[in-house]
């Protein structure tokens, strides 16, 4: 042998020698840490959610019974390689994560409560039903799905759902990406014929997967850094923190026990402390509670409320608010103010802070205020309470502000100025859209409609999803804009022989679920909702069929 | 299959066990040569199959075309019968490069026109079309060799399977370096052996385009991918760390993938060609386009652009040819306005290059100091417009490439969403590190000497780079970006 060649495999052995020490040391490090269960949670936890879904999706294989995805796009290329076979009138579902989640629930177990399964059940039969729902489904992912699906099924209907807010998503997943440009093919499932289509043609290229499975199962058991690498990134990161702020006792949340949840009205993002511990019941102006902050790395911390809409639109308005600070510095682009969102009577926004910046450093309780007249009506305002690449802590308390009408001062319309209220009714998202923005909507619509019109199938239709709405509120709070667009919407369908169905309002308020409590989403969902309503809306779409 | 797959490597270990082992028991050399090429043809056509079975008949038709066309090309004596079987290459090879990847952009184009024009709505014409993995690459490559030969830069090949081989080489097959054939070919009559190859080498490119795909690339696609997916929610200084990320993207991923076609091929005893020479230290667009996707520009160059009469006659009839071959060369990146508007964008910046040395810097000469301002501020003015043209090339629309743009260069301030500027500072380090890392490279490479030959030393990296890669790698393999030419 040539001595480059015996040198070249005493370097493989060097490096093989020096991996297998990197990874022992990280192994055996790893799991000296003392929150080794936690990590090991959070790696598992996520290694099983996509397990489930992809154990899930092998378990529908083998019962042959494939109509759907579970790995919501990670593996749709498995998915129609294998979708069932029917020879009964094909229905097929398209649309984002109201049609495949169920709220608080994990979809593999709640699988059959899913709308298109009730749906199936309750048209006794008649269909053979197929959701290719995927979670976050932007336009141009429906429309590939739709179309390949279509290719491979044949189905005699195709029903596409939208909102306003899946209809401005663009991106284009990578799973629907590796689909777009395959043949798929959809046989009888004969056993013969399932290993023939296995290997889809004369020689087994499948294989491939097989190996792939194999050698990937092989490496996860016997490399730790492969198979625990979620919680051991999630270590290491934790471990470079630690380092680099070795005595920030503010991080240690453990040893604080919240007396109470959360603030009404308030949420805090990008910050150490989440909404429990940042309502602070031991440092206050007025009350027993205030607004905190902390910031180690400078983070674009805030607190901040929700748009607070003027019954009677103004130009001017008050200011105030107190804020007090520990060590605090800001960097050169960074903010330490009081800052407010602003949107005048025609759409267009500005941002205030002016007279509202708070001094850095040490101090107790500072006093911000100052009277501004803008050159429009204002319709809505959104305070900011802004700790913006700054490091320290702050506290922030009585924050409000007083549209001045006519001369005369109202009265505060900043909710829990002092931060004194705790939240008792859950919060809700809401979506709120610019002009441009409902333009586009409408025609991301509409191209989901100029395709289902073109679409081979007998029977097209389009679904207006339902979403969370009270008397007084709703996800999509702009009543008007939403009922031009449906109008529009239902126009265009019946121009383009694409049927509508109208199932915005059909459901209450309690059929709609709620994030995780004490999270920053600690609000209610708007859009996903629980296993009676997925069955009301099944009955509903079966009512509206042709 | 990905080359930063796990069944990619088990493929390669097969194919090398067989090539060097198994075919190296074969005593005669010219039947040992025959049995190679035999069989990592074979190997070829497997690993593009895997991708679909189905476009192998494409292949195995365009390149009988060729073969016999170059055979007879080069035969005949008359002039007009080498133009037709030239013609008939030229069709065959383009027809199905046009049918295949631009059949919807025009008729999406026609669509467009006639729903402007037309009081009913206009047309929609659409045809179902799926794009062949690869199709641009080998294209162009077996195009090279009639075109070649026609010009009589080279005989044709008498080896069918040498030719096929030389088309559907499966480390550079689905995206390039685009190969030429007077350069690969005479490499497949050589009769390399084991002792030959420098595996140091194919190592050393091999690992290093694995952490430049894996662990840069994909790690900061999340970034861009971030911006471009919404870009009306972003400030300008995110949108400036969105587009740099993607700059580092691309350029990771695809020089990444190079490098690692580059290293495979050469554990077979292969050369081929180096397809990027640090493209963001160029000081000037023209600097760029000799450094960037190399095998691409010298191709336009020496097959379009020279053809079409490249630097002679008339100073206006250059910039033509020069913009003609640019915008050809945007689109075939893309069936897509966009990737025409980024040649175009190029092309301009290329004549205003041209102009700019021949009419004003000429006329200057500058002291020391004053030309590494100069330098610097060239280089700087480069990077923007590369970056800034970058944004045309990833953007999901022409609007979305538009508001992205005004971003950028029209200070819009945002609160409610950032990309973390820490990353501009991570992105800035890449750069320099971009610069300073393949000097470090090529030097080494040339000084054995050098602390960093030292083979233990590469053994360590090896080891640490394979340990970083598992560790820190995403989960999702996202394919190599210019896998959908």
Not at chain 1, 303 to 328: C, H, R
Not at chain 2, 268 to 280: A, S, T
Not at chain 2, 312 to 327: A, H, P, S, V
Request: glycine content about 6%; aromatic content about 16%.
């Amino acid at each position: 042998m040539k001595k480059a060649h015996k040198l070249f495999l005493i370097q493989i052995s060097v490096a093989v020698v020096l991996f297998v020490v990197l990874a022992s040391l990280t192994k055996t490090f790893f799991y000296k840490d003392e929150n080794i269960k936690g990590y090991l949670a959070i790696n598992d936890g996520v290694k099983e959610m996509a397990g489930t879904s992809s154990d899930f999706l092998d378990t529908l294989i083998v019962r042959n019974d494939v109509t759907f995805d579970p790995t919501s796009g990670k593996e749709l290329e498995r998915v129609f390689k294998h979708l069932k076979y029917s020879n009964k009138e094909k229905f097929l579902f398209v649309g984002s994560s109201q049609l495949r989640v169920i709220q608080g629930e994990n979809t593999s177990v709640s699988y059959e409560s899913l709308v298109t399964k009730k749906f199936e059940k309750f048209s006794n039969g008649r269909f053979q039903v197929y959701n290719l729902s995927l979670g976050g489904m932007s336009n141009p992912e429906k429309l590939i799905v739709s179309k390949k699906a279509s290719e491979v099924l044949k189905p005699e209907n195709v029903l596409i759902s939208v909102t306003p807010w899946d209809c401005l998503l663009d991106k284009i997943r990578l799973g629907v990406t590796t689909i777009e440009n395959q043949k798929f093919t959809n046989r009888p499932n004969l056993v013969e014929d399932l290993e023939y289509a296995e290997n889809d043609l004369l020689f087994p290229l499948n294989v491939n997967q097989k190996i792939t499975e194999r050698i990937e199962n092989t490496i996860d058991k016997s490399l730790t850094i492969y198979s625990k690498r979620t919680g051991i990134k999630q270590w290491l990161n934790d471990e470079f923190e630690k380092a680099i702020n070795p005595t920030n006792d503010s991080l240690d949340n453990t040893n604080e026990v919240p007396t109470s949840s959360i603030a009404d009205y308030w949420l805090t993002l990008h910050q150490d402390l989440d909404n429990r511990f940042g309502w602070d019941n031991k440092v206050y102006k007025t009350g027993k509670r205030s607004l905190k902050i902390v910031n180690a790395e400078g983070k674009r911390a805030r607190w901040l409320g929700t748009p607070i809409s003027l019954e009677i639109p103004t130009e001017t308005f008050e200011f105030e608010g107190w804020s007090k600070s520990d060590s605090v510095t800001v960097s050169k682009t960074g903010l330490y103010a009081i800052d407010y969102q602003i949107t005048f009577i025609d759409d267009t926004k500005q941002w205030y802070l002016d007279n509202l910046i708070f001094e850095n450093g040490t101090h107790d309780w500072e006093q911000v205020k100052t009277t501004v007249t803008f050159d429009k009506k204002v319709k809505t305002i959104k305070p900011v309470l802004m700790f913006f690449e700054g490091k320290g802590t702050v506290w922030f308390d009585d924050i409000k502000a007083f549209p001045i009408i006519d001369g005369i001062k109202s009265e505060n319309i900043i909710p829990n100025p002092s931060a004194e209220i705790e939240l008792t009714e859950r919060q809700d998202t809401s979506y709120t859209y610019s002009e441009e923005e409902w333009v586009k909507i409408r025609e991301n619509i509409f191209s989901v409609i100029d395709y289902l019109s073109s679409n081979q199938a007998e029977n097209k239709y389009l679904l207006l999803t339902p979403f969370w709405h009270t008397d007084k509120k709703s996800a999509y709070p702009q009543k008007a804009e939403y009922e031009n667009l449906v109008n529009a919407v239902k126009q265009y369908c019946e121009q383009k022989n694409v049927k509508c169905i109208d199932a915005s309002y059909i459901l209450n308020e309690d059929d709609f679920g709620i994030y995780a409590a004490g999270s920053v989403r600690d609000k209610i969902d708007v859009l996903h909702f629980g296993v009676r309503a997925h069955e009301e809306l099944a009955k509903f779409i079966i009512e509206k069929l042709n | 299959m990905i080359f930063s797959t796990t069944i990619f490597l088990f493929f390669v270990v097969i194919i090398f066990s067989v090539y060097w082992g198994l075919l190296g028991l074969v005593k005669d050399e010219s039947k040992r040569l025959k049995a190679r090429i035999l069989f990592l043809l074979l190997a070829s056509y497997y690993f593009y199959m895997s991708w679909n079975p189905t476009f192998i008949v494409l292949i195995l038709f365009s390149t009988l075309v060729d073969f016999y066309a170059g055979k007879e090309i080069h035969a005949t004596k008359s002039q007009r019968k080498k133009r037709f079987l030239l013609i008939i290459s030229l069709v065959v090879n383009l027809g199905f490069l046009a049918y295949f990847k631009y059949t919807n952009f025009f008729l999406d184009s026609i669509n467009q026109i006639s729903g402007i024009v037309s009081e009913n709505g206009g047309t929609n014409f659409f045809l179902d079309i799926v794009l062949p993995v690869g199709i641009s690459f080998y294209t162009f490559q077996s195009l090279c060799y009639t075109i070649d030969i026609f010009y009589g830069k080279m005989k044709p090949s008498k080896n069918i399977f040498e030719f096929s081989l030389y088309i559907s080489f499966f480390p550079q097959l689905v995206a390039g370096p685009i190969v030429r054939a007077r350069d690969f070919i005479p490499q497949l009559k050589k009769n390399t052996f084991f002792t030959d190859i420098n595996f140091q080498l194919a190592a050393n490119y091999f690992i290093m385009g694995l952490v430049k795909k894996v662990l840069i690339a994909d790690n900061i696609a999340p970034i861009s991918d971030a911006l471009f997916s919404d870009p009306s929610q972003y400030g300008t200084l995110s949108t400036w760390v969105g587009v740099m990320a993607y700059s580092i993207q691309i350029y990771c991923d695809f020089s990444g993938y190079s490098d690692m076609a580059i290293g495979v091929a050469a554990l077979f005893g292969f050369k081929l060609m180096e397809n990027f020479n640090m493209p963001y230290t160029a000081s000037n667009v023209t600097d760029f386009w000799r450094k960037w996707h190399i095998s691409l520009s010298t191709w336009l160059r020496d097959y379009l652009f020279i053809p079409l009469g490249g630097s002679r006659g008339k100073e206006q009839t250059y910039y033509r040819n020069l913009m003609i071959t640019m915008l050809l060369g945007g689109l075939w990146h893309g069936a897509s306005w966009n990737f025409v508007v980024w040649g175009g964008l190029h092309g301009l910046a290329l004549i205003a290059h041209k102009l700019y040395k021949t009419h004003v810097s000429a006329k200057f000469q500058f002291g020391n100091l004053a030309s590494s301002v100069y330098r610097l501020a060239s280089w700087a003015v480069t990077m923007v417009f590369v970056s800034a043209t970058w944004v045309f090339f990833r953007a999901q629309t022409f609007s979305d490439s538009w508001s992205i743009i005004k971003n950028m260069f029209l200070f819009k301030k945002s609160i409610d969403y950032q990309i973390p500027i820490e990353f501009l500072l991570l992105l800035l380090i890449m750069v320099i590190a971009h610069y300073f890392g393949v000097r470090f490279f090529n030097k080494i490479e040339q000084n054995k000497n050098h602390v960093f030959s030292n083979p233990y030393i590469q053994a360590a990296i090896w080891g640490l780079a394979m340990f970083i890669v598992l560790l820190f790698g995403q989960d999702d393999n996202q394919a190599f970006i210019y896998f959908q030419f």
